[in-house]
C-alpha cells in the first residue's frame, strides 16, 4: 500500500524524452501543427517538471531506506510501462539503470522508432536495442509511432509500398540482433509474443479510423516481410 503511492505513476504515461543537452526527462511529444505545404506535422515537446500538477510525484528515494525496503519496492518501481519518446531517451535510460535492474523491466512502449524518424534518433536506436536485449524478463514491447511522419500526408499507394518496402528493411536492421538474443534465452518465438505495433505504424490516424483497406494492406505488408523466427 505504500510502495505503490510513492513509486507508480497513477496520473498520466510515465514517459521519457531529452533536453537540447540530452539530459533524460520525464515529458512527451505531441503533434502541435501541421504545414499545408509539406504536409508534416510540427512536434513539441511537453516537460513534466517535480512541480507539475499532471504527474505523480514519485518518490524514489524510499530505496534508500534499508536493503529489504530495497529489495520489496525496486520490482514495483520497475514492473510499471515505461514510455519513450524515442530512441535517445529510451538509450540513456537503459544506459543508465543496472543490468540488475534491467531484468526487471516488464513493458516497454518506443515512439519515434519510424524509418522517417530524425537521424539521431535512429542512430540510438541499435544501442537503445543491445541493451534492451538483457531485459530477459521483459513481457511487452510496443512500437507506437507518435512522431511527424510522411504518412501524415496524403502519399500515393506507390509512395506507400516503397515507404513499407524501407521501413521493413529498417527494421531488420536495427531489431534482428535484439530478436535473436530474446528467442535465443528464452526460446524461439518469444519476440514474436512480446512485441506488437501500433495501428499508426502504417497509416493516418484517418485511415486507421476508417479502417482503410490500403492502410491494412501496408500492415500485411510489413508483418508478412519483418524477419521473425
Known amino acids: 500500500m505504500i510502495y505503490k503511492p510513492l513509486l507508480n505513476e497513477s ?10 543537452d540530452y539530459t533524460l526527462l520525464r515529458g512527451s511529444l505531441i503533434k502541435s501543427s501541421t504545414t499545408r505545404r509539406y504536409k508534416k506535422a510540427i512536434t513539441s515537446r511537453i516537460l513534466h517538471r517535480p512541480e507539475s ?7 524514489p528515494a524510499i530505496l534508500r531506506v534499508c536493503r529489504s525496503i530495497h529489495n520489496e519496492a525496486l520490482p514495483i518501481l520497475y514492473r510499471q510501462t515505461f514510455y519513450f519518446e524515442h530512441p535517445i531517451a ?12 534491467r531484468l526487471l523491466l516488464q513493458h516497454v512502449v518506443l515512439r ?3 524509418y522517417w524518424a530524425p537521424n539521431v534518433w535512429q542512430e540510438a ?3 537503445a536495442l543491445d541493451r534492451l536485449a538483457s531485459a530477459q524478463n521483459l513481457k511487452s514491447l510496443h512500437l507506437d509511432r507518435h512522431v511527424q511522419s510522411y504518412q501524415d500526408g496524403v502519399p500515393d499507394w506507390n509512395t506507400k509500398i516503397w515507404r513499407q518496402e524501407a521501413q521493413t528493411k529498417h527494421f531488420n536492421e ?4 535484439w530478436a535473436d538474443c530474446i528467442d535465443a534465452a528464452r526460446g524461439k518465438g518469444t519476440t514474436k509474443a512480446i512485441l506488437t ?15 482503410d483497406q490500403k492502410f491494412l494492406e501496408c500492415k500485411k505488408m510489413l508483418m508478412d516481410k519483418i524477419k521473425l523466427d
Open 174 to 177: 536495427h531489431f534482428g540482433y
Open 197 to 211: 505495433f501500433a495501428d499508426r505504424n502504417f497509416g493516418s490516424e484517418d485511415e486507421v479510423a476508417r479502417g
Open 125 to 127: 536506436l541499435a544501442s
Open 11 to 20: 496520473i498520466i504515461n510515465l514517459s521519457f524524452l531529452t533536453s537540447k
Open 112 to 114: 519515434g522508432w519510424d
Open 53 to 59: 500538477k499532471n504527474i505523480t510525484h514519485l518518490q
Open 90 to 101: 529510451m538509450k540513456l535510460f537503459l544506459f543508465a539503470i543496472r543490468p540488475a535492474n
